[in-house]
C-alpha cells in the first residue's frame, strides 16, 4: 500500500477519536477503523510516534486514546497536505 | 575599488549575485513555508523535498562565494582557486551540498519504493562527502559531475521502471520535465564554474532559466501551501 493511501488512513483514525469527542476505548477504535490488530497496532504505534495521538490510563474509563493538538493540525491541514504530496510526486 | 565597481555595476559577478540571491530566497521560502506542514504530518517525502531545498539555498550561496572569491584574488581558473586553502574549504562544501541538493529532490520522487534502512541516507551524507573530498584532492571536478550524472540516471531509470511497473496508472507528468531541465541547467551551472567559463550572454540565459524553474517549483508550493 503506498503512501498517499497511509496518510489517508491516519486521517481516518484521526477522524474517529475527533467524532467521538476527542477521546476513545481502544476497542472501538480498532473496529471503526477497519484494520486488521497488526495494522492497527503499527498505525497507532506511528500516530504515537508523531506525536497526533496519546495513550492515557484512567481509573473510571480504562484505557483512552486522545487526539492532541498536533493531531487536530493534521486533520485542518489534511487537504494541503495531500494536495501537496500529489503534486510533487512524494 | 575593484570590488566595489563590479558588485555596482553590471556584469559577470553582479549578475551573479542577483541570481544567487533570488534563488537563495526561492530555495529559503520553499524549506519555511513547508515547516509546519511537515512538523504536522512527519511525511518523509516532505522531509527529502525541503531538505533539497535547504541544501539549494546553501550551494548557491557557496556558488556566489566562489565567485566573490574569483573576483577578489582574481581568479581566472578553478585549479588556482583549489590552491587557498578557504578556496579549498568553500568548494568542498559548494560540490558536498550541490550533491546533495539533487540527490534529495530526486529521492523525494523514488523513496516510496526503496526498502530505506535507518543508516541509509547518513551513508549517503558520508559517500558525498568522500567523493568531494576526493574530487578535491586529486584536482579533478569531473569525478564529482560524474557521480551527479549517475545519481540522476540512476534515479531517473529506477523512476522509469516503477512507472512502467504501475503499467499506465501513474503517468511521467509536468514535475518530471520540471526536475529534468533543473537538472540539466544544474550541470550547465556546474560545467560553467569549474570546468569553463562560458560566453556571458550563455551564462545569462542559463542563470534565467533556472531562476525560472525554481520560480515555477515556488508557485506551484505557495499554491498549495497557501491552500491551508
Not at chain 2, 15 to 25: A, K, P, Q, R, T
Request: aromatic share 16%; charged share 20%.
Amino acid at each position: 500500500m503506498g503512501k498517499r493511501d497511509k496518510l489517508e488512513i491516519m486521517r481516518d483514525i484521526l477522524k474517529v477519536i475527533k467524532e467521538n469527542h476527542g477521546h476513545i476505548k481502544m476497542t472501538p477504535l480498532l473496529r471503526k477503523s477497519n484494520l486488521s490488530s497488526k495494522r492497527f497496532a503499527d498505525y497507532k504505534e506511528e500516530l504515537l510516534q508523531k506525536e497526533l495521538i496519546q495513550e492515557i490510563e484512567e481509573k473510571k474509563r480504562g484505557k483512552q486514546i486522545l487526539i492532541t493538538t498536533k493531531g487536530m493540525e493534521f486533520l485542518e491541514k489534511y487537504r494541503a497536505i495531500v494536495n501537496f504530496v500529489n503534486e510533487f510526486d512524494l | 575599488m575593484v570590488v566595489v565597481e563590479n558588485v555596482l555595476f553590471p556584469n559577470t559577478f553582479g549578475m551573479e549575485l542577483i541570481y544567487s540571491f533570488v534563488i537563495i530566497v526561492c530555495s529559503l521560502l520553499v524549506y519555511f513555508s513547508t515547516k509546519k506542514m511537515y512538523e504536522v504530518s512527519k511525511y518523509p517525502g516532505i522531509r527529502y523535498f525541503r531538505m533539497s531545498f535547504l541544501f539549494f539555498a546553501i550551494t548557491y550561496f557557496f556558488k556566489s562565494f566562489i565567485s566573490f572569491l574569483f573576483l577578489v584574488f582574481d581568479i581566472h581558473e578553478i585549479i588556482e582557486f583549489s590552491a587557498l586553502f578557504f578556496g579549498v574549504l568553500t568548494l568542498f562544501f559548494f560540490m558536498y551540498a550541490s550533491t546533495m541538493a539533487i540527490f534529495y529532490l530526486l529521492y523525494s520522487v523514488v523513496w516510496k519504493n526503496f526498502k530505506e534502512k535507518k543508516f541509509t541516507i547518513p551513508l549517503i551524507h558520508i559517500l558525498v562527502l568522500i567523493i568531494s573530498a576526493w574530487s578535491i584532492l586529486v584536482n579533478e571536478v569531473r569525478i564529482l559531475l560524474g557521480f551527479q550524472v549517475f545519481i540522476f540516471l540512476f534515479i531517473a531509470v529506477y523512476n522509469y521502471l516503477s512507472l512502467k511497473k504501475s503499467k499506465g496508472t501513474k503517468k511521467p507528468g509536468q514535475l518530471h520535465a520540471i526536475y529534468l531541465f533543473l537538472f540539466l541547467f544544474w550541470m550547465l551551472n556546474l560545467a560553467d564554474l569549474l570546468i569553463s567559463g562560458f560566453d556571458p550572454i550563455l551564462e545569462i540565459l542559463i542563470s534565467m532559466a533556472s531562476i525560472g524553474l525554481f520560480l515555477i517549483i515556488l508557485y506551484k508550493v505557495v499554491k498549495n501551501v497557501g491552500s491551508s
